[in-house]
């Protein structure tokens, strides 16, 4: 009894635990799934702003369907029903069938059948929420269960009894899924909402929800003649299209979507590479050794510690988690987003990047103390800060050749980059096009600083994964540029009227010893913050 | 019934599944393995052309065996038996004791107790005509079972009883194994017919069947001093030599073979990183999200996907299959093979690639419509072409500073590759030796450029990996390699009396706004295609 | 009974198994554990010899407790007692908790209740010593049994019934797991007595068991004005400390300890990618294809073959051995330990580390043969060697650019490091810090040489990785930075009075065919060993 008493003085966080609720018992209505699909397609950019500068080719009528997708003359050219779509292609496209065959769209009435100790019980109701939904819709008349989701409800309309194959055929966009999934539709549009209080990025960026936006409206996106090429991006920057990026067609399963793997295709690799981070880190290696055996992932992510017996997160636990919620939002916690800039650096003393790392530490604190969750999250702070101060110093002298016209070619061979994108030094598009000494060497090493080390040096960090922000990738990796930047400073201003600004002599005033930080007001005042961590911890 | 008619109308595509049969139903006689025996020594090369530039060290006679292994002397000096073997190597050698006494090898009685609905059922079949075949051959008593597979039987001669441990003892070669398993060994050795139409290749390459001669026939390999790390190509290049290579000794497993990963060890990093492509694309997260606890690798590859439950294709569920059959010649649909060359894009309308093409269709429309089957390959040949195309325009910038003899040291410092290999800019040989300025560092940039990036691009393109030829890999990379080359050029060319021809003054009559495509024929077709395409579309 | 004679006569090796012995069923007595513990915090430096040039930032308190863990402010102010610890802590890391509570540590019943048919039985055995150990110790009164292993008994005391959260809060160190785990903790301190024959390591290094003082006193880690990247070395260096490194806290699984992927957090990336090694070779296909799922690694590694089912090794497996023991004491078998250095290189036919080689031909033929094993092993060492050869070639270059004043910016921009760093071309340092000119490219290119290029060459000959050591890794990477120094080398030298010594000029009397190869006495003298090798085949 005493125990009880002193529990309760002392659990003062376990008031988070009642904020758990499961997202997923929230359904829209269908009130609001009309004003969410009305806005989602008002929102949706199509062709984007730079839409005279390029044709779709073949393949992205799949990546982007609402816009360019029309069925192929191949197709039948008559009427065709529910039947008949499963019975042809269970011959024509048997692995699509089989995948089907065993889904849960294929087999609702096992959903019906399970029982409330089951892991799988809160599809029982979610099926129920669903079909209360599509009642309300006027697809399903009251009273009436759905039998299956078949071909036809996802590639003609959700209820069709036939459709004119060579007509009607359609590929699947998030509506199509959201008619019958509004919760989590309503959840993943949601992340369009999210508004940076110095606009580091425009409303709703970078997200999944906006990501075909920022997609086409990338301007070297738009401008290479390489289509081929050019749609590769297209390939992860669908999910504001579709939602079988994450639930694979034709299983659709949240069991796959809640697993690491899943999110690889896309974030992994030269400027996203989480996947490697977290298989390389502490809590990836737990998974790979108990979690790909033991941990359960049939059970929704709220019950991941207890009945799916996870002993480390997975990508999903993390990014779905919002002060204690599940949801398909997940740029509620982001703060440095896609990559460390002075605008979020200087700015992370805002209640705004405040508020989302105090939901951070609530986060870890799910297994570790908050202290130490503090402790990490200020590490990693601070060593992206310091990441950055050594790429901006870099730019400053890439910059500076820019403007002194030292470039390699700059003045002989420096083809401008085809429209809608215009010239710059160390600019974006120099990672996809090229020609002549556009980018001359030295950019293109402060490219790959930028967009490649310092995003990798970040991502190590708040993945905790040692090698990646020390030695592998990251801080030893923007050394190595920062030192060929440096010599090529050296050689290109050799002989010339324009010495460097760098040199021993140039900066006879500066501590060479104590250098390596030089920049922006918000980093000097988190080295003071150092300072003083320093001396609290002197005096322990 | 009227679904039925209709059915039958639709189903244009069901006539391929009645090619699907079993090819390991196929067994070839005890005349043709005699004559498959023959031609096999006959078409293996020992040493090679160059066998007068290297002699092989002592790890060479187990990659090679059969021309180089010798019992060695601390072996016993005596006749030893069947049981024998097997009583000393538990105690001996137990690692391999125990995985050959958990094999099938050790375990037929358990095979031919299999009842039919056993998913494994297949290898009581395989089993019988192994014994009809070694009835034929003589080997085996007729009617009498084989009792298992032992020691002596893989390194004295099937069914031996004894041999002389110090004389007789040898490692298998692919005609060992192939004793007993004919139609796999007939399968295997089939890819030696494969023929190119323009000869971009010489006949039989490349292939796992003649890939040991590719190893020794290779100018720089014969030529390296280094013996120890030269041998190292051999560690993946003695296919020709031995089955182990996929079915790893001491357990023979066809289970583990039809894994992605019995395909990493050889195919992975610099210039054939399929297993990565395949690892991070979709068809490689739902293997590692679904199949790898789920799908039943014991059942044959035509049974994958519906005994199997595959919802994915593995490496081997695309590349031993060929217009609906399985076999061991993994090259009856290759196209642009090991490299992408011009002598290749400019024939892609042949029909040879024609109908090569048109097979991938089919594979791919296993789960795939053929309409999108044939926009994702089409893309990928056109993407192809595109790097290719910046590689080639690389080339001419190297071979032209040599010509012009701008190489760094090219005058003072350039010692020639030992023989058998032959000077050239640019040269594979390049990757494995250097001397000197031999390579230039511009050099370098370009064979990396073809045979790393280049090579990454495509097989990115072609396994459905979005980053392995936009961003991490592929056509940044190429861009890079690109910048680094012209960067270069025009450093070499200043001070000199040979200017660079493709300057903005040499290049005016260009636009540089719409560039980037210059080259072959073939392209030109292409890019006449890729117009017409976006006519068609813009219309829609 | 013939074969039984024959066998004896045969089975020279077989003595090899006898001498395996269950090292875990030595415990160490508790007089020793208390030397053992007086010992280990007389080994530990602390801060280190750098402790005047860094204090340590709040994070680094989890990385080394024993220095400067002190219970944050935010913990309860008051006394708290077993029950009360679990209690709290369910409800505020819930993830810590369910970790513990399906662990060992929370489950001793069922260990006691293990029948000793079960592969696990011998937890039973440790159990009682545990218990043995505890009664010598008076922490457990005789006759009684441990009830659980609690929060208390590790951030405790073991046996504490309460403590004070806010002043005797500790996190676990080596001895704390040491307590109980006696054996253990004995046999991972016994690294520290490793000694190099020829002094290329100081007493104890490199070992887990000094890589906290490897840490700390390496003198870029402590001279770093970034202290947030500088930690991210701790968060592998801390072995030293604790034990949670390989037993993620709060499982402490053994079984997890024994996977591959327990290793990779550490031994990934630039300098130590044993772990791609591993996993791209075919030990490691063989992990992923037949062990994922079926090798049982709940039993000890002694057990691994037989009960365990292992048909191939997996990194615990190899450096745990030592003539058929496991330990924790992972060096006894280590001969190139960290980085190849001619100073190993030179002595191999010391019996120090012949002796250790033939460990290792033991090892390896626990599955292969010993004649194979050998052949192996000396391939690798070669190929080492012909690897060091080529860096120390361009060790030479570089360094003589320096020793001539022609590194880039030398004269004019090339800061010091900080203290207690001190210059030096191509210095470790480099890695970790620039400034200005310091590195020049140059220099960076021949750390990146040594530090990553050899060294991943060496771990891919050993690890039998050949992509690792021939081409994506390692020869080709070693040559492409080769050919980048002589390329700088020619140019720095250019227009100077200091040519280059290695032109075709000064080289004239050198072959140029046969060249690559000029060192040391000792790769000399394993030139001339080759020659006789290759005249021993030729005659076969």
Not at 133 to 141: C, F, P, Q, R, Y
Not at 252 to 280: I, K, V, W
Not at 452 to 467: A, E, Q, R, S, T
Request: aromatic fraction near 10%.
């Amino acid at each position: 009894m005493n125990t009880r008493i002193i529990n309760g003085s002392l659990c003062f966080f376990l008031l988070l635990s009642s904020l758990i609720a499961d997202v997923y018992a929230k359904t829209a209505t269908s009130h609001d799934f009309s004003a969410l699909k009305e806005q989602y397609y008002k929102d949706h950019p199509g062709k984007g702003k730079y839409k005279d500068h390029w044709e779709p080719i073949e393949i992205q009528k799949y990546w982007n369907p609402v816009d360019f997708y029309q069925p192929p003359p191949s197709v039948p050219q008559m009427e065709v029903n529910r039947e008949q779509c499963v019975e042809c292609h269970q011959a024509l496209t048997p692995g699509a069938y089989h995948a089907w065959r065993k889904s849960t769209h294929a087999n609702l009435d096992k959903i019906r059948k399970l029982n409330p100790a089951n892991v799988r019980h809160y599809k029982k109701e979610k099926l129920a929420e669903i079909e209360a939904n599509l009642v309300e819709l006027g697809i399903l008349k009251k009273g009436k269960e759905l039998e299956d989701v078949s071909c036809i409800d996802c590639h003609g309309s959700v209820g069709a009894q036939s459709i004119r194959h060579d007509k009607e055929l359609v590929m699947p966009d998030r509506v199509a899924c959201g008619t019958c999934h509004q919760g989590e539709f309503a959840e993943a549009e949601a992340e369009k909402q999210q508004e940076w209080p110095q606009q580091q990025w425009s409303k709703g960026h970078p997200s999944h929800a906006m990501d075909w936006k920022a997609n086409v409206e990338n301007a070297v996106w738009a401008a290479m003649a390489e289509r081929e090429v050019a749609q590769g991006c297209d390939m992860c920057h669908y999910q504001q299209n579709k939602c079988d990026g994450c639930h694979t067609r034709h299983t659709f399963s949240a069991a796959e979507a809640r697993q690491p793997e899943a999110c690889a295709t896309c974030h992994n690799g030269a400027d996203h590479n989480e996947y490697e981070n977290f298989m390389l880190s502490k809590h990836g290696t737990v998974y790979q050794t108990q979690g790909k055996k033991r941990w359960n992932f049939e059970v929704p992510l709220k019950d991941a510690l207890t009945k799916g017996g996870y002993t480390a997160p997975t990508c999903q636990y993390c990014h779905f988690e919002f002060e204690g919620e599940f949801s398909h939002n997940l740029v509620r916690k982001v703060r440095w987003a896609f990559n460390p800039t002075p605008a979020i650096a200087d700015n992370l003393d805002h209640p705004w990047f405040e508020e989302r790392k105090e939901a951070w530490v609530n986060s870890c604190a799910a297994c570790h103390s908050a202290s130490f969750s503090k402790a990490y999250l200020d590490t990693a702070d601070k060593g992206t800060i310091q990441g950055l101060a050594v790429e901006q110093e870099a730019k400053k002298v890439v910059q500076a050749l820019y403007d002194d016209g030292l470039l390699v070619g700059q003045a002989t061979n420096r083809p401008a980059p085809p429209a809608p994108e215009k010239d710059a030094p160390g600019g974006f598009f120099q990672l996809f096009w090229a020609k002549g000494n556009n980018p001359s060497r030295v950019e293109r090493l402060h490219v790959d600083m930028w967009e490649h080390d310092l995003i990798k040096h970040y991502k190590g960090l708040f993945h905790v994964n040692p090698g990646g922000f020390t030695y592998t990738e990251g801080w030893s990796e923007l050394m190595r540029g920062y030192s060929e930047i440096m010599d090529e400073n050296t050689r290109l201003r050799e002989n010339t009227d324009k010495p460097a600004k760098n040199t021993a002599a140039a900066l006879d005033s500066e501590n060479f010893v104590d250098n390596g930080i030089r920049y922006s007001l918000g980093a000097v005042l988190m080295v003071v913050g150092i300072t003083l961590i320093r001396r609290r911890k002197t005096n322990h």
